[in-house]
């Protein structure tokens, strides 16, 4: 029984790191396979084999590699960064290269309009395998999607590249009084996990952060005014709200998650 309960454990980890990062539960795997547990310290060089493994792969190999499938990685500049080291510790910083080019076109505009304004970036695609799940999201399975970041002031009224959550998600632009609450209709439809991404934060945001209407919309616009991107998701409130209206941008479903704290592109 206890050596079934170990199996069942390190399956466990297998299937977790495959599905937060694509290689690192066949990396797992391999060195648990490696590694005899005879050896002192089994557990502590174990753990240090496979951090040292799997780094050297994430940030050497597999860049490499990823053409071959038809990606690419987002490289962080002065224009574009994502939100957090952990999107590109799990390889989840990979985009086809025609998305690759629209990214730059984007960060171009929003760094001409607003000085020192990055693009900031959640949630790209994994480096590897169409139709390959990206959990938590429904369709990041191709290269060709991804989740940008709204653009913020700070206390002092400043634009800013923070963001008030831990991850990028999480912290939502709920609908104010008299603006349409399809939150609350997914939710009286019975669709539990639409707010799901608030438990991401971990309870830790940066209040002190507000939305900057004008500047998101001309994010917005730039997104939508590229032409080989065919779909825009964001919440129907803050559609209205920041007065964009393009046939791009459409309703994702109430079977997805709400889309008040981030804005999704993907090409056609």
Avoid at 132 to 156: E, R
Wanted: charged share 20%; hydrophobic share 40%.
């Amino acid at each position: 029984m206890k050596k079934f309960i170990k199996i069942f454990f390190k399956a466990l980890i297998i299937i977790f790191l495959t599905l937060s990062t694509q290689v690192g539960g066949v990396i797992y795997l391999i060195i648990e396979l490696i590694v005899k547990r005879t050896i002192k310290n089994y557990r502590l060089i174990k753990a240090s084999i496979f951090m040292v493994t799997y780094l050297m792969i994430t940030f050497i190999i597999v860049p490499y590699l990823a053409p071959a499938f038809g990606r690419e990685k987002i490289k962080n500049s002065d224009l574009i960064e994502a939100c957090t080291l952990f999107t590109i510790l799990s390889n989840r910083n990979y985009v086809t290269p025609e998305l690759n080019v629209s990214l730059l076109k984007i960060a171009k505009i929003i760094s001409e309009k607003h000085s020192n304004i990055k693009l900031i970036y959640l949630d790209a695609n994994f480096p590897f395998m169409d139709g390959f799940p990206l959990p938590p999201h429904l369709s990041h399975n191709d290269g060709k999607k991804i989740d940008v970041s709204f653009i913020y002031t700070n206390n002092k009224g400043t634009l800013t590249n923070e963001k008030p959550a831990l991850l990028g998600y999480g912290i939502y632009e709920g609908p104010d009084p008299g603006e349409y609450d399809q939150i609350k209709a997914c939710k009286k439809k019975g669709y539990w996990q639409y707010d799901f991404a608030k438990y991401l934060t971990l309870g830790i945001s940066n209040n002190q952060l507000k939305l900057s209407e004008k500047a998101t919309k001309d994010l917005l616009l730039a997104i939508v005014n590229q032409q080989n991107v065919g779909k825009v998701f964001i919440e129907p409130h803050l559609e209205s709200r920041l007065g964009v209206e393009n046939p791009k941008i459409r309703f994702h479903g109430c079977q997805a998650v709400r889309h008040d704290d981030h804005i999704h592109l993907q090409l056609k």
